[in-house]
Each structure stands twice: as C-alpha cells, then as structure tokens.
Nanobody, 124 residues
C-alpha cells in the first residue's frame, strides 16, 4: 500500500503563488504517473496535472496550463505542484494521486492511490 500526504494549502489572494507538496510513504516506489486533481464546492473532482514516472512528460488541464507546474523527485518520493497567478476559480481541495499503471491515464480511474486533500482558497 501507498500513503500520500499533501501539504502546502492555504488562503492566498488572487495573483499570488502557492506550492503544494505530496509525500509518498509505505510501498514508496511509485511505478506509474503521479498527479494532482481538485474538487471545488458543488463540483466533481477534476484533473489538474500529471507527470510521468520519469518526469519527462507532463500534462495539464487547459484551465491551469501556463500557470501551474508539476514535477516529481523519485529519490524523495515526492510530487510538487507550483501554482502561480492564482485565480478565485482555483479555489478547491487539491488531491495528490499516484498510479501503478505503465500507461498514462488522466482520468480519476487512472489513479490507484489518493491523498486526503489540502484546501486552497484564493480570495481577496
């Protein structure tokens, strides 16, 4: 089993930056992609960003492309989401996720492990 623990959420103003981190423990060799998803109030959980196991390829939703950056450190079993130019519509609970699959699936079912989430609030 793999446990994922997110950190770094909080309250920021529009235009600010925030960095989310996720640490994996337990069976710490994540054999597949890792990513971030988010769920805003009254909305379904949605894809934000995913990075392949090697870190060589990244995928972003259109709503965050150009503002967010995802990267991972396999030696430390971490994945990070750097969020810049935050907007009020980025307010959500952000979930870290990890896959054991050898292919990349950007849907929720493509992930096998989930963290409990960290709240990001963007408000003036």
């Amino acid at each position: 089993q793999v446990q994922l623990v997110e950190s770094g959420g909080g309250l920021v103003q529009p235009g600010d930056s925030l960095r989310l981190s996720c640490a994996a423990s337990g069976r710490t060799t994540i054999s597949g992609a890792m990513g971030w998803f988010r769920q805003a109030p009254t909305k379904e959980r949605e894809f934000v960003a995913v990075v392949t196991r090697s870190g060589g390829m990244t995928f972003y939703s259109d709503s965050v492309k150009g503002r967010f950056t995802i990267y991972r450190d396999n030696a430390k079993n971490t994945v990070t989401l750097q969020m810049n130019s935050l907007k009020s519509e980025d307010t959500a609970v952000y979930y870290c996720a990890a896959s054991t699959k050898s292919w990349v699936d950007l849907s929720l079912r493509g992930m096998d492990y989930w963290g409990k989430g960290t709240l990001v609030t963007v408000s003036s």
